[in-house]
């Protein structure tokens, strides 16, 4: 059935009122929780002091989110203002050099680059990226997708597997809290641009991108360590675009973007002092006397925690990149919104990446069962080499390869009769129901599938356990229709996106 079906008013009221209780009744068996267990000796490693006055300690389990916003903040803040201080400066000095600032702009974002690295990691480091980007760049020019993908996935495992590993950091000299950090995001994400630039080279029908072409991609600061990834035939056409006339209300929607950024970033370093849902599931002892809703609660947050940290992440990112005229991958989909395995993922730039040159590549329309096992197998072997080998990727990889090609065999399943005629007997109100309950489903699914890569195996299994075994029929079946209610008023909001889609193209053709 279309997605415009629509369900009465007063039942959508009931879902949010369904929803938003669970949630806060959620929140405050978690509260109470770590308020009680704050001193517990299992929390001294990552529960540190907070707000002294307050009397509250701070979960700081997290290492990334304590990086990026306590001990390296100032760090990276004051290379990302560099960047764009930098550029500016170039900018205004150019006309006066008779250099034409808007065509070199790639350039002068590369030298920046160069030399922010250069500072950060020494000339080794730099060496060592570009002795890779030499080899990739020399295999592009075979102008074959294979060797590409063989030579470019041989070189991201010599990061990821020994003793190739211990190999290239033995070059690294000098020691500090975030080498390790930066090393490996830097050559990975390198690894994965000259790819990028290896592919799309293939495409080219006449002659081959320069190796100057493939060291501005590259060395392009703000996506140098950390990402995300912006495809070499979109950075390329962005970068090299001499027309910087900005869109009305763009400088407007950069700001409010920022905004909402420091916001969120407020928002979880308040709830980080009050709910600690990184560290209570590494106390599995304390895990296993909590209620079944604070298990729940605790398995969703996660999650949702993961989505903000990337959109927040990215986002700081992704506004310096704005900044200079680009149109970077937009943050993931968030994690509430998510009811299907096929619009999963918490890095939007890894997701198109692998979409473009491996899933979308091998599945065409991803209509065809066998067809479609093959991209998902292809897909999630490179993800799990991008992420590192190890057994709970492994099995991360596993699942949710799973739960993509079991997506597409139900609804083969259920696209035959009788169940097609059934459908079509029905009212389309009657059949989002019904599709909900199974959206329910799916989304616990994801939410189990996930968060035994972001917490542990033994927490997924304990989670899975209570709210499947232990907790039915009550717990199993409240969590459900709460889940469905969620999913509910998810369809409800794309409903509406639909509908303002269709009249803003209605008023296009009638201009």
Known sequence: MGVKSALPRFELHLYTAVLFGAILWAASWILEVSSEQVNRKAFKESVKPGWHYFGRKMDAAD??????????????????????????????????????????????????????????????????????????YSVALAKRKWLCFVAGLTSLATFKMEPMVSWQTGFMTGSFD????????GCGFSIMRCMSFALENCERKDGNYSFMDLLKYNFYLPFFYFGPIMTFDRFHAQAN?????????????????????????????????????????????????????????????????????????????????????????QPPKCITMLYVFAETHFDRGINDWLCKYVYDYLGGNHDQIFKELLATVSTFAVTTLWLGPCEIVYIWSFFNCFGLNFELWVAKFFSIRPFSSIEGAISEAMSRRIRGLFNAANFWCIILYNVLAL????FAKLVAKRLLVKGFPMSTLSVLFVT????????????????????????????
């Open 63 to 136: 290492f990334e989110w304590v990086m990026w916003f306590t001990t390296f903040r100032n760090h990276i803040l004051f290379a990302l203002a560099g960047h764009v201080i930098f550029a500016k400066i170039c900018s205004m000095l150019s006309p006066k050099l008779g250099i034409d600032g808007c065509k070199r702009r790639s350039f002068i974002y590369m030298v920046y680059g160069l030399a922010a690295v250069f500072v950060s990691m020494g000339w080794t480091y730099i060496a060592l990226v570009i002795s890779h980007c030499i080899i990739l």
């Open 178 to 185: 975030l080498q390790d950090i930066l090393f490996y995001g």
């Open 241 to 329: 675009n001499a027309d910087l006339t900005r869109k009305q209300w763009e400088m407007w929607n950069i700001r409010t973007q920022a905004l909402w950024h420091l916001g969120a970033i407020v928002v979880v370093d308040v709830l980080f002092h009050y709910l600690y849902i990184l560290t209570i599931p590494t106390d599995m002892k304390l895990v296993k006397q909590l209620s079944d809703w604070s298990l729940a609660g605790l398995a969703y947050s996660n999650l949702v925690y993961d989505w903000v940290k990337a959109a927040v992440m990215f986002g700081v990112i992704n506004t310096v990149s704005r900044l200079d005229h680009l149109d970077p991958p």
């Open 455 to 458: 917490n542990s195996l033994e």
């Open 484 to 511: 469905y209610s969620g999913v509910q008023l998810v369809k409800e909001r794309e409903r509406r996106l639909a509908l303002e889609e269709e009249a803003a193209q209605q008023k296009e053709k009638a201009e």
